[in-house]
């Protein structure tokens, strides 16, 4: 794919999240495109190319500075909230696609509330969760899982899991507490830099693959999903605990 092709990708991608009110999400699109078509600019010989190149940055940009502006005034009146629907069998709604547009350089602490954080896929959720949050551009030191204790003998495998993670984002830097309540029900997440994301089905949004060496197993991106809704809100002051 060219520098072009990617820029008019990731630009009508904005251009839909703008469509559907999902500013925070469109903005960033709109920052990633502007910038590829930039590099694009410094490359094109062409003046005629350039002239047009560069009204659209120009028609771009104007955009992006007006959401940037809306979305600001909104967390500035804590009355942003933004909802995403996902549909039965959708595509394309892995952890980093969902969570990125509200991870920021000034995140340091997280506090996910989930019931069910039990089952071995459950599990899995959870760690990818924790995996995501390592790569992204934030300085996380920690994090705070509130969810249910199963039952019988699967309460030590669902014990013994969470205490490797635990050990294993030790290694990274990042404490990992976790506590049990036998009355959580909410499904929420927390972002200390004023970010709530609330989760119909909590983490636990992605389908069963059809086969370990099927298309979506390893890649969350293509995972289908289960329907469920995502509302997003931002705070001033976010109490983690």
Known sequence: MSLEDAAVTVLKRAVEMDTCSRFQESLICYQEGIQILLNVLKVTKDESKKTAYREKIDQYMNRAELIKKRVNQDKEE???????????????????????????????????????????????????????????????????????????????????????IEE?????????????????????????????????RGLDYFKKPKGRFSVGYCDYDLRQCHETTIDVFHVKHTKIM
């Not at 990042?174 to 200390?192: A, C, G, K, P, Q």
């Open 78 to 164: 804590g009355k942003y909230h933004e909802q995403i629907k996902i549909k039965e069998n959708d595509t394309g709604y892995s952890f980093e696609r969902v969570f990125k547009p509200y991870i920021s350089e000034n995140l340091t602490e997280v506090y996910v509330e989930d019931p069910y954080i039990r089952s071995i896929h459950q599990l899995y959720n959870f760690l990818r969760f924790c995996e995501m949050l390592l790569k992204a551009s934030c300085k996380v030191k920690t994090i705070r899982l509130l969810t249910s204790l199963d039952e019988g003998e699967n309460a030590s495998q669902q014990k013994s899991a969470l205490y490797e």
């Open 168 to 200: 294993s984002l030790k290694v990274h830097g990042i404490v990992l507490t976790t506590e049990y309540s036998s009355t959580i029900h909410d499904r929420e997440i927390r972002f200390n830099n004023g970010w709530i994301i609330k989760i119909g």
